[in-house]
């Protein structure tokens, strides 16, 4: 099984700045990695697929990067309806497997 | 507009079973592999279980393999997850998901095992 290990657990920033988010594979997932947004009460929310890849309707600030092992969401300037919980994904192999998730909070 | 909304969650007590639906329109259902991704209270997300587009393919999380059954009929536009020797490490909200990129989930349903 993938493990995927997400750093910083938490992240306390303030609206207008920049957020880096990261996300480690125990072994290489090749490109296929994909970020979510969930906020409470709420479903998940697909933001970036194939590792930099928007899905539809997502705003130009959300950007992914990286590839076998290494992978970065970055937010360019933090919006307030970007305060969430962020999660990534692999489907390299089964099981798909999800990071533990990075929470972005208001500081 | 894809639409995906899960029903049959509730109270069931340990050992029991329950079987989930979730309704799904607004796409070619019969053209995309569907999934369940399950949610543990103040937990993170778990992957439970896949279905190619045509049935052919099934895949299950080794924590419920031999207890959960998934599948789909095009015809109604469904896919299900039954599920069986419910445990209460099973309780959850669990997510019906569309497609290989898990790219549209539907709001959930909760799924509770106790006693």
């Known amino acids: 099984e993938i493990v995927l290990t997400q750093s910083p657990a938490t992240l306390s920033l303030s609206p207008g700045e920049r957020a880096t988010l990261s996300c480690r594979a125990s072994q290489s997932v090749s490109y296929y990695l994909a970020w979510y947004q969930q906020k409470p009460g709420q479903a998940p929310r697909l933001l970036i697929y194939?590792?930099?890849n928007r899905a539809t309707g997502i705003p130009a600030r959300f950007s992914g990067s990286g590839s076998g092992t290494d992978f970065t969401l970055t937010i360019s300037r933090l919006e307030p309806e970007d305060f969430a919980v962020y999660s990534c994904?692999?489907?390299?192999?089964?099981?798909?497997?999800f990071g533990g998730g990075t929470k972005v909070e208001i500081k | 507009e894809v639409q995906l909304v899960e029903s049959g969650g509730g109270l069931v007590k340990p050992g029991g079973s329950l079987r989930l639906s979730c309704a799904a329109s607004?796409?070619?259902?019969?053209?995309?592999?569907m999934n369940w991704v399950r949610q543990a209270p103040g937990k993170g997300l778990e992957w439970v279980s896949s279905?190619?587009?045509?049935?052919?393919?099934?895949y299950y999380a080794d924590s419920v393999k031999g207890r959960f059954t998934i599948s789909r009929d095009s015809a109604k536009k469904s896919l299900y997850l039954q599920m069986n020797s419910l445990r209460a490490e099973d309780t959850a909200v669990y997510y019906c998901v569309l497609g290989s990129n898990l790219d549209y989930w539907g709001q959930g349903t909760l799924v509770t095992v106790s006693s």
């Open positions: 194939d590792a930099s």
């Open positions: 279905i190619s587009s045509t049935g052919s393919y099934i």
């Open positions: 607004g796409f070619t259902f019969s053209g995309y592999s």
């Open positions: 994904q692999q489907r390299s192999n089964w099981p798909l497997t």
